[in-house]
């Protein structure tokens, strides 16, 4: 019996499968007064992917929320990490083990918050235990996953809408950089091969080009920058899936 009858038979071998679920807020949503379900940077991400990686089908699962804190996402408080369990699950359950199962991480900007945010401000070291307790769920449920964690991006100084920013938050999430650093460095020893750090560039990319990639938005302290717009978003995604395919390629 031949190959071809044998596939033609029992159905070719599958496409390989490649999933990337996102956890973040509004930045990772799409929250920029456009569609997040057509210009949300997951959606522009899931694009270069597919056009670089001709031999997989991407997917992807945007587990972005507004508003969202690290403490938000801790397993422990069965609020918005339960999305990012059962969207991986329902996944697993249709595709069983994928070429690649990635864990997108962007948060830190709403922890940084002077007030009008859960949990906020959040000091650099809380911030560090919150982004361990989330990676080590994570590993634990879904040993063969990759972790990618990116550096928070620039908002401008004045950010103020339902919540306080201001300079102090900006501060403050500077000091968050030095904690996913050392973060990862852990995991290395502990889960070698798992965590690893994504977009570095997005802070200084928006920090100088915020007039032409950010929202104007009116708020109390004047005209702020938070989230980028529909250039910003789709920038963003491509910074984002540039550091996946560094670590596929790897």
């Known amino acids: ?17 490649m999933l990337v679920v996102y956890i973040g807020d ?4 799409g929250s920029n007064h456009f569609s997040p379900k057509s210009t949300a940077p997951p959606v ?36 918005l990490f339960s999305n990012v369990q059962k969207a991986a699950d329902k996944f697993l ?13 962007l948060l830190g900007t709403n922890d940084s918050a002077i007030k009008g945010i859960n949990g906020a401000p959040l000091l650099p070291h809380q911030f560090h235990v919150n982004l361990s307790l989330i990676v080590n769920q994570l590993l634990k449920l879904y040993p063969f996953c990759k972790v990618v964690i990116h550096k928070p991006i620039w908002f401008s100084n004045n950010t103020y809408n339902g919540a306080m920013y201001l300079q102090d938050a900006l501060d403050r999430l500077g000091t968050y950089t030095p904690e996913i650093e050392q ?6 020893q502990t889960y070698p091969d798992s965590v690893f750090l994504g977009d570095c560039d997005g802070y ?7 007039l032409t990639d950010h929202t104007p938005e009116k708020g109390n302290a004047g005209t702020f920058y938070l989230h980028p717009n529909k250039k910003g978003a789709a920038k963003l995604g491509e910074l984002w899936a540039n550091s996946f395919l560094r670590l596929i390629k790897a």
């Open 26 to 29: 509004s930045i990772t949503f």
């Open 183 to 188: 973060l990862i460095q852990e995991f290395s």
């Open 204 to 210: 200084d990319y928006f920090k100088k080009n915020y």
């Open 93 to 105: 359950k249709q595709h069983s083990k994928p070429e690649y199962l990635i864990f997108s991480i």
């Open 44 to 79: 522009i991400a899931t694009d270069v992917l597919q056009n670089t990686l001709k031999e997989l089908k991407v997917h992807f699962v945007n587990c972005g929320v507004g508003g969202a804190t690290t403490i938000d996402f801790l397993p422990e408080n069965q609020y």
């Open 1 to 17: 019996m031949s190959f071809q009858f044998l596939n033609k038979y029992f159905g070719a071998k599958s496409q390989r499968q």
